[in-house]
């Protein structure tokens, strides 16, 4: 079984950033599509932006794309979630996901291993 750990979450005043990491316990994530989720109480869990693991193929939200960025550091095996502008509608408990066929996906189903999650909070 394939272990994912997320890490970076934190509170943050409006306006400000965190950065998210996600690192698993393959020895790398090639082939695979990596996607971060998010999820409040009452919610269902939803998709953030995803990243192709061997082509660098970014998907988004609409809801933060200009915002966020993923990005991979293929040396530290590493995927990051960068989080600018951050509002409270961001406050969420976020997850690492992967779907481990590389496919492009928003439905959170559709992923094959999760992280335990990080919260991230965001304060007026």
């Known amino acids: 079984q394939v272990q994912l750990v997320e890490s970076g979450g934190g509170l943050v005043q409006a306006g400000g950033s965190l950065r998210l990491s996600c690192t698993t316990s393959?020895?790398?994530?090639?082939?695979?599509?990596v996607g971060w989720f998010r999820q409040v109480p009452g919610k269902e869990r939803e998709f953030v932006a995803g990243?192709?693991?061997?082509?660098?193929?970014?998907d988004y939200a609409d809801s933060v794309k200009g915002r966020f960025t993923i990005s991979r550091d293929t040396a530290r095996n590493t995927v990051y979630l960068q989080m600018n502008s951050l509002k409270s509608e961001d406050t969420a408990v976020y997850f690492c996901?992967?779907?481990?066929?590389?496919?492009?996906?928003?439905?959170?189903?559709?992923?094959?291993?999760w992280g335990q999650g990080t919260q991230v909070t965001v304060s007026s």
């Open positions: 996901a992967a779907n481990a066929f590389g496919r492009t996906t928003m439905r959170p189903e559709q992923y094959d291993y």
């Open positions: 393959r020895r790398t994530f090639s082939g695979y599509f």
């Open positions: 990243i192709k693991w061997s082509y660098g193929n970014t």
